[in-house]
């Protein structure tokens, strides 16, 4: 396959990204040819520093910069605004660089990190000591984006504007409005009693979400163990695609809610995430001196964590009730149970939102007796004796 046409519209972006001459060649590619994006790695053929780049272009047919309805247009956009914005404004690097793109012929081009190594690899077929080195890495450098970012919103705003004034700066993730009908009607199903009281909790913590207050900041919006460059020492955040402006907490809460959005979804020990919220936190206050308030934090916290179970409920549940499905490391009725287990463990710690809990019990009752043989999530393979 020749990628000439795109290494000719990606050399003069590069060469006013460095201010010199820019000669490309020596193309590997770096994606499958199922995957929605086209990773090419290119050098620089005149030796120079650094001699070589990793181009990253949207390759479905569905691409228009102009047409935000398309998903393929607005993963993208996503992805060029928050790589660019990260690499503007952090004072450590925790991203790869940004050096430009061309949003019309859909890529933009980003530093070379090298081989891509993954907290998948420390938690799938590692030991603890070296699973917890790389989760606390990562809660780490998401503790730190968030300080980093709290009150650079308008500068997250330029870029999403240059790039579709229409767009949206809001996580695209942070939406489950649409799926709360149906929730609704099978928790009815289920005799878990939704009322009046849980109705309201749920648009609490709707709200909470949508409008965060001083945990406004610029988040991940799927901090999967495998979208990460970590090399036992230092790691970079990849692949915005569902990034932008939202409650920093729902980037923390991950680990506590089973990866929400993630394929590589097991447990983490209550210890060990335990100690990722601390140093997390720690990060977080630099930004975020509310943070430091226990009660504004673990209200804050049980919140996100109610957004997370409403959310995963939303898309989950009834797949789940008519069949289950392994996708990734478990199954989808594990991940519901656990994260209905995980919210209210969560509740009853900081003592909040007691009618949403009771709902949430009841619905564990009700899937614990429906599915009598389902065996728990498990914990990460690391983790395990």
């Not at 609704?184 to 709707?206: F, P, R």
């Not at 409008?211 to 460059?229: A, E, I, K, R, T």
């Not at 995963?312 to 996708?327: C, F, G, M, N, V």
């Amino acid at each position: 396959m020749s990628y000439a046409s795109i290494l000719a519209s990606a050399e003069p972006v590069l060469s006013q990204s460095l201010s010199r001459p820019v000669r490309l060649g020596e193309v590997n590619c770096l994606s499958d040819d199922e995957r929605r994006n086209l990773l090419l790695r290119v050098h620089d053929l005149d030796g120079e520093r650094p001699a070589s780049f990793i181009i990253k272009k949207v390759v479905a047919d569905s691409y228009n910069p102009a047409d935000l309805t398309s998903w393929d247009t607005s993963r993208f956009l996503s992805d060029w605004a928050g790589a660019e914005f990260l690499s503007k404004v952090l004072s450590n690097p925790r991203s790869a660089r940004f050096y430009g793109g061309d949003h019309a012929e859909g890529f933009f081009i980003l530093e070379d990190l090298g081989e891509h190594r993954s907290l998948v690899e420390p938690l799938l077929e590692q030991d603890a000591a070296s699973a917890e080195k790389a989760l606390l890495g990562l809660w780490i450098s998401l503790g730190a984006m968030h300080a980093e970012t709290i009150g650079r919103s308008a500068a997250f705003q330029e870029i999403v504007s240059r790039l579709n004034p229409q767009a949206s700066t809001s996580a695209p993730a942070l939406t489950v409005a649409d799926g709360l009908p149906q929730l609704h009607d099978q928790l009815e199903k289920l005799g878990a009693g939704v009322d009046a009281a849980c109705l309201s909790e749920i648009e609490a913590v709707i709200d909470a979400v949508g409008n965060p207050g001083p945990f406004l900041s610029y988040v991940h919006g799927d901090p999967c163990p495998d979208n990460v460059f970590w090399d036992g020492r230092e790691l970079r955040l990849i692949d915005f695609e569902f990034g932008g402006l939202g409650h920093a907490l729902t980037d923390a809460a991950y680990a506590r809610m089973l990866f929400p959005s993630c394929w590589c979804a097991n447990r983490v020990p209550r210890d060990v995430v335990s100690r990722m919220e601390v140093a997390y936190r720690t990060e977080l206050i630099n930004g975020c001196p509310a943070a430091q308030d226990d009660a504004i934090f673990g209200g804050a916290l049980t919140d996100v964590c109610g957004f997370w179970l409403v959310s995963s409920l939303s898309r989950s549940l009834a797949k789940a009730i008519e069949a289950d499905r392994t996708w990734g490391i478990a199954t989808i009725r594990q991940r519901v149970v656990a994260r209905l287990e995980a919210f209210v463990a969560t509740a009853e710690e900081f003592d909040r939102r007691p009618a949403l809990r009771r709902v949430a019990t009841r619905l564990l009752d009700a899937l614990h007796a429906a599915w009598p043989e389902l065996a728990p999530l498990p914990f990460y393979p690391a983790f395990k004796e």
